[in-house]
């Protein structure tokens, strides 16, 4: 067998030696001859700020591409865009206004020949840029302008704030970019005194909207202390000492709020130091070794099943209108390890149901949770609302720990991780907040949270 597979290729090496002249493909399909010009050119569909082109391509063997050769404004920079010769459409788009445009045809085949010029006439929509400026809606809001708007055709644009000096004039703020479909960003570090601002919408062919201005006064925001004077002021509800990491039946109330069972009973790593405004030492940890079924049903047998999500629930002691969250992860871990990844923030004014409220703690963990262990149904979350959705992402754009870089690390530890409260609900008062923590940064069931801060007004 090896002795045939041998004369084989001996006899297909000798097949290929012999070939002599090896034809050039490429060099062959060279010549000077143009191809013919596209047939019956139209304009398809109109669009905003462009238009679908279709035609009928002509019948050459070596057609490579159709090019559209046109100007985004009278007398300005010509523009090229192409289409293979898959397609009988090609899309232009880039037009600031609604004027008429002419736009030239050209084939273009193997050897770069262009075909005579086919024209056809064009008739853009009124481009994004303004259409997501007849949309904008802007109010005031805590430090500064909350600023809405409708993107349909997810184009990339830049939103950008002007505010007025001492001296009246408008100067850069910043600019938001985004391509979502409805768009939203809280300009913010104004104080709380009538300032005119401005809004305006920008693509990237540096198309801008007409300005819209505006006067507003930003509403006061200062940061709900969780601690003063060195007392801590928010409370961990349904924790007390001597609760411990091996002993979570001592706090009943948290296995019936299917709250974080365990906590180190360290006091660096208690919950108050997530509200003692220092961030670089202390964090509580939950957990230990992980969220277990048998933390709450207490049967042994129950060991091994992890439950997700982690629950934990805060008495602020105070009703207040929030505006943003901060998290800040363990110092030491940032990116890492147990720090939260994916959580979500509820909040209700109404003292939260309590065990008197269930004939047995199997009816409050299925009010309480939706693990399907214990036939949970997050029927709670009727009595709350929800105010965040939390994904943290660094500066490198990196969901995974091991993506996370050097820069991202010192990134979070001086900045943390923010984000901004529904605006739908930022007048409404809370005094309870819920965190539902969905993953860690390596998806396990142990929680460390370095530090959690609020901002908005106090209600009370």
């Known amino acids: 067998m090896k002795t045939f597979k041998k004369l084989v290729f001996a006899a297909i090496f000798l097949s290929i030696w012999q070939c002599a002249d090896i034809k050039d493909w490429a060099a062959s399909e060279k010549d000077s001859t143009p191809p013919d010009a596209v047939i019956n050119p139209r304009e398809a569909e109109r669009l905003p700020g462009g238009a679908l082109i279709t035609y009928t391509l002509p019948d050459n063997s070596d057609l490579l591409a159709v090019k559209a050769v046109y100007s985004l404004t009278d007398g300005g920079k010509m523009q090229e865009a192409y289409a293979s010769v898959q397609t009988d459409t090609i899309k232009l788009e880039g037009f600031p206004d609604t004027a008429e445009r002419t736009v030239q045809l050209f084939c273009v085949d193997k050897s770069g020949n262009l075909s005579v010029p086919a024209e056809v006439s064009i008739h853009p ?15 005031a809001t805590f430090g500064g302008v909350l600023v809405q708007w409708d993107n ?6 830049g939103v950008s704030l002007y505010a007025a000096d001492s001296t009246g004039y408008m100067a850069l703020n910043y600019t938001w970019y985004s391509n979502t479909q409805q768009g939203q960003y809280s300009f913010r570090g104004f104080d709380d005194t009538e300032r005119e601002f401005r809004i305006q919408v920008r693509d990237r062919w540096d198309n801008y909207s007409s300005p819209l201005d505006t006067v507003l006064i930003p509403i006061y925001e200062s940061q709900i202390l969780g601690t003063i004077n060195g007392i801590a002021i928010w409370e961990r509800m349904g924790w007390a000492w001597p609760g411990t990491n ?38 509580l940890h939950l957990m230990r070794p992980g969220n277990m079924l048998s933390d709450y049903t207490g049967n042994a047998a129950d060991k091994d099943t992890h439950l997700v999500p982690i629950y934990l629930t805060i008495d602020m002691k105070r009703s207040s ?8 992860h363990r110092w030491d871990t940032m990116l890492k390890d147990n720090n939260m990844q994916n959580y979500e923030l509820w909040a209700t004014n109404d003292p939260p149901k309590n065990m008197s409220d269930f004939a047995t703690k199997e009816e409050s963990l299925a009010y309480w949770t939706s693990w399907p262990e214990v036939n949970g149904t997050d029927a709670w979350k009727q ?25 991202d690390i010192t990134w979070g530890q001086i900045n943390g991780f923010e984000f ?38 106090y209600a009370d």
């Not at 929509?125 to 109010?139: A, G």
């Not at 209108?321 to 800040?328: A, D, G």
């Not at 929800?386 to 870089?405: L, N, W």
């Open 383 to 407: 009595d709350w609302v929800k105010i965040a959705e939390c994904f943290v992402i660094p500066p490198s754009g990196a969901t995974t720990a091991i993506a996370v870089t050097a820069d």
């Open 152 to 157: 349909p055709s997810q184009t990339d644009v």
């Open 246 to 283: 091996t002993a979570p039946s001592s706090n009943p109330e948290c296995i019936w709020r299917g709250d974080a069972a365990k906590q180190e009973n360290a006091s660096a790593n208690g919950f108050a130091t997530t509200h003692d405004g220092i961030y670089n030492s202390g964090y």
């Open 125 to 139: 929509m009124t481009p994004p840029v303004e259409l997501i400026r007849n949309s904008l809606q802007v109010n």
């Open 420 to 457: 901004n409260i529904f605006p739908e609900h930022t007048a409404t008062p809370f005094r309870y907040v819920r965190i539902v923590s969905q993953r860690n940064m390596t998806g396990g069931t142990i929680i460390h949270i370095g530090e959690l801060e609020f901002w908005g007004a």
């Open 321 to 328: 209108r929030l505006s943003r969250h901060k998290l800040r």
